[in-house]
């Protein structure tokens, strides 16, 4: 076989492969192989030109058996399934993908054109307050660090942190590279940019962010059993509301949380609850699993009469949300249902005169999830840093002050 012809074959199949198929989305190199060796056999056998695939495919059968074969290889194989966003896993859910559409860094690689693969890229980021009226009016800067990885989002792919998200420039990339990019603090919620390709030098990457609403205008409502009907005032500067509640007496309650405002997000994903003195429990009725008081709940000096500066030393019980979170947007709200019970030793009055009040007390304070990197490097979304420390998180709930409605309620047990 003469080489001409050979080297002919090669460039044939290096033009289809490299312009033809990602041009029409065949992607993945076992899918754009095999299809690239279908079309050019299928030229010699159909249209008589044998300089499209150099050997010779004898037996019309045998020539449409290996022709029907490589394209459906090319077009059905994992790669290409999973890009159009149709491969079956087994054992996997399916899951609404982010914008940008996430794609593994192999695929990445794949379809970036060998000219570009491997070139210097500098990312130019830009943030947007989704929570605007109008959020592509301007960039706004996250004023907490972003987390910023490589190729996967584990210690190992860190490579920088940043503030910057009004026409900010990030580096430390190639053409070629995914990137994944998390943000927390207490200002915005920020949807995280997970496995975004980079296909230029100079890509433009848009992050959504979310405005965190202001701990006043949080609001909590109680409600009786019925879920309509307002519980009774309490006593101010003292406790919110008040129940009636005798020895070994159990109550249900329900307990409105609310954006109270225009242009602002919540992103509620547990309560935290405190039942004190002779009150045995105080948690969701369903929907939410125990989960662990973090330091920044723990031990916490509840002011329980702000008029006499009385203060009761708790930590507060954590129940996180089964569904994960919650975003409340501007006027949205939810309304769980609470169960609070006493012991058999008495009525709750008769075991609270240490705290300087009528009654004993339940507390509940809503708390939200956000970002944050970890001691060990790696990024949690969570109630609190995994650190040492254990810091709260997101919005800073004022946890040893929940009187007020605003993100806590004290109920008054009588």
């Not at 970036?112 to 109008?134: C, P």
């Not at 089964?322 to 949205?332: A, I, M, P, Q």
Request: hydrophobic content about 40%; glycine content about 8%.
């Amino acid at each position: 076989m003469q080489p001409a012809k050979i080297l002919i074959f090669l460039l044939a199949a290096f033009l289809v492969y490299t312009f033809l198929l990602p041009w029409i989305g065949v992607t993945g190199f076992l899918g754009m192989a095999l299809f690239t060796v279908g079309l050019l056999m299928a030229i010699r056998v159909w249209a008589n030109q044998k300089w499209a695939f150099p050997w010779p495919v004898k037996g019309t059968w045998v020539a449409v058996i290996l022709i029907v074969g490589a394209f459906m290889g090319g077009l059905f194989s994992m790669e290409t399934l999973s890009g159009l966003g149709a491969a079956l896993v087994p054992g996997e859910a399916i899951v609404t993908p982010i914008s940008p559409e996430p794609v593994s860094a192999a695929d990445c690689r794949s379809q970036v054109t060998e000219e570009l693969r491997g070139k210097a890229a500098t990312l130019r980021v830009n943030a947007w307050d989704m929570e605007s009226n109008t959020p592509y009016s301007a960039a706004v800067d996250l004023t907490t660090e972003c987390w910023i990885f490589k190729n996967g989002n584990q210690p190992i792919n860190f490579i920088s942190n940043s503030s910057d998200t009004s026409d900010a420039s990030i580096s430390g990339f190639v053409v070629g590279d995914t990137v994944y990019i998390y943000c927390g603090g207490a200002s915005y919620y920020t949807d995280p940019i997970e496995a975004y390709c980079v296909e230029t030098e100079a890509p433009q990457l848009s992050i959504n962010t979310h405005t965190i609403d202001a701990e006043s205008d949080i609001q909590i409502t109680g409600y009786d059993d019925s879920g309509a009907t307002a519980l009774s005032a309490g006593t101010t500067d003292q406790e919110d509301y008040y129940i009636t509640l005798g020895a070994g007496g159990e109550e249900t309650v329900y307990l409105k949380l609310k954006v109270n405002s225009a242009n602002a997000a919540y992103d509620h994903c547990a309560w935290g609850t405190v039942a004190m003195a002779n009150l045995t429990s105080f948690k969701p009725a369903s929907g939410y699993t125990k989960s662990i008081t973090p330091l920044w709940a723990t031990d916490v000096a509840i002011e329980v009469n702000a008029t006499g500066s009385i203060t009761a030393t708790s930590s507060y019980g954590i129940w996180k949300r089964d569904g994960g979170t919650y975003r409340l947007h501007e006027w949205d709200s939810i309304k769980p249902q609470f169960v609070v019970k006493a012991d058999a030793t008495g009525d709750p009055v008769q075991n609270n005169n240490d705290l300087g009040s009528t009654s004993v007390l339940a507390v509940a304070l809503s708390v939200d999830c956000q970002y944050a990197r970890g001691t060990d490097g790696r990024i949690y979304y969570d109630y609190y840093e995994h650190t040492d420390a254990e810091d709260d998180v997101g919005l800073a709930e004022t946890e040893a002050n929940p009187y007020g409605k605003e993100v806590g309620v004290i109920i008054e047990a009588r």
